[in-house]
């Protein structure tokens, strides 16, 4: 006996749903403006783009990795949890008319996605709410001279913010300080590798004012 080399497995179900996760995932892209971005800055000489360019992010969300796999959004119940799928053949049809400078754009919404999800996700639960406290990390994770390149990518943030994102720097800075030093004491928690760290996010954010 001998296994078919060719097989296909479809989620053909009516009342189930595959992939149920993709529906939060796709619900946090929007919110954080995949679909503004894509209406905004993708050129691509094609009716509805942006939403046929949203349907291939979430096929790959969903595990496709060839045109033909996109059908994977129509499988099952997923027409009852999103609309305005397009068929693999549409999509595929889409994709044809890509040239090099539309791969750039979407570079562009990609980068500008990434950066508004510091203000839809508050990453380490520290003052929910309030994307500055995320903010910070121009400062203490990017090199020196990136926060501006930072803060206009991400577009949407006013001074009011940048300045609390500063002074959220400034905290955790004193804070990777004192483990640091700790650590260099031998006291119980202490990190000596931080307190460089600590002063490097200083030295990035006094040069910035």
Aim: neutral net charge; aromatic residues 6%; hydrophobic residues 50%.
């Amino acid at each position: 006996m001998q296994a078919f080399h060719k097989m296909s497995a479809v989620f053909d179900d009516p009342n189930l749903i595959g992939s149920a996760g993709l529906v939060p995932v796709m619900r946090l892209a929007e919110r954080a403006g995949l679909n503004d971005l894509l209406e905004q800055r993708l050129s691509v000489p094609s009716a509805n783009a942006a939403a046929k360019a949203a349907c291939v992010v979430a096929g790959m969300l969903a595990g496709a990795d060839s045109i033909d796999d996109l059908d994977v959004l129509r499988h099952g119940g997923m027409v009852k949890v999103f609309d305005g799928v397009r068929a693999p053949s549409t999509l595929g049809t889409f994709l044809r008319t890509f040239r090099f400078g539309h791969v750039r754009q979407l570079d562009a919404v990609a980068s500008r996605t990434l950066a508004r999800l510091a203000g839809v996700i508050d990453f380490g639960e520290m003052c929910a709410g309030d994307p500055a406290t995320d903010l910070s990390a121009a400062w203490i994770l990017l090199p020196a001279g990136a926060a501006q390149r930072f803060f206009d990518a991400y577009e949407d943030v006013d001074e009011a913010a940048i300045a609390r994102a500063r002074g959220w720097a400034v905290l955790r800075a004193l804070g990777l300080i004192a483990i640091g030093q700790n650590g260099r004491l031998g006291l119980p928690g202490g990190k000596p590798t931080w307190e460089p760290a600590g002063y490097a996010t200083l030295e990035r954010v006094l040069a910035a004012n």
